[in-house]
């Protein structure tokens, strides 16, 4: 079975300062990882993957994660928030060898002016 | 590229009607359809899975005379909410997969039944 687990519920941070959304997983064998993020009543946007390869990976708006094997992370993370960054983000996982995603609960960041 | 749309975004109807809810995947042919369901400020819930031609693959839990799905064409699948009660009332996303391991989402629509 896999599993994905965001441990914060809510991440507080002013504009300008850095942002990190923690993400743990476990899987058999090899993962594929993936971060979306989503606004009130909208579907989800894709911010990064990572398949196989370099273990940081740069997405979309700035955000970059990188993967830990040995600790069985994805961090999410970006050097300086902005107010408009402030959504519910989600961390999901899937399996080489099948074709479900395993979502997190989700982790809400809210960014102050 | 990779645009799914989904279609209404909002709809509010009676307990005891039928809903049907579009996912349509706009510039590409998906191999695979998924359906969730989400709860307010909570996770995405697989509900099924289905493949274009062929009968859908429900997770556990998820009644499939309720929830029918439908995958018509390689850019197609519908959900259908039969009989539909206040408990159903939920956000209903999409997503549709070509080759590789990422799907594309839908917009989301939100199900409200009186």
């Known amino acids: 079975a896999q599993s994905v687990a965001q441990p914060e519920d809510q991440v507080n941070v002013a504009e300008g300062n850095p942002l990190t959304v923690k993400c743990t997983y476990s899987v058999s064998g090899n993962p594929y990882l993936f971060w979306y993020v989503q606004y009130p009543n909208r579907g989800l946007q894709f911010l990064l993957k990572y398949i196989t390869g370099d273990n940081l990976v740069k997405g979309s708006y700035g955000f970059e994660a990188e993967f830990n094997k040995s600790q069985t992370s994805f961090h999410l993370k970006k050097p300086s928030a902005l107010v408009s960054d402030s959504a519910l983000y989600f961390c999901?996982?899937?399996?080489?060898?099948?074709?479900?995603?395993?979502f997190g609960a989700g982790t809400t960041v809210t960014v102050r002016a | 590229g990779a645009v799914v749309s989904q279609h209404p975004s909002w709809v509010i109807c009676k307990s005891g009607t039928s809903v049907k809810i579009e996912c349509r995947s706009l510039?590409?042919?998906?191999?695979?359809m998924f359906w969730y369901r989400q709860f307010p400020k909570q996770s995405l819930m697989l509900m099924a899975t289905?493949?274009?031609?062929?009968?859908?693959?429900?997770e556990q839990g998820v009644e499939k005379d309720k929830f029918l799905i439908n995958h018509a064409s390689l850019t197609l699948s519908t959900l259908t909410v039969t009989s539909a009660h206040p408990e159903d009332s939920s956000f209903y996303i999409c997503s549709a997969q070509r080759e590789g391991p990422e799907q594309f989402f839908g917009p989301g629509t939100r199900l409200t039944v009186l």
């Open positions: 289905s493949n274009e031609g062929s009968k859908a693959t429900y």
């Open positions: 999901a996982v899937r399996a080489l060898n099948d074709y479900k995603l395993s």
């Open positions: 510039d590409f042919q998906a191999t695979t």
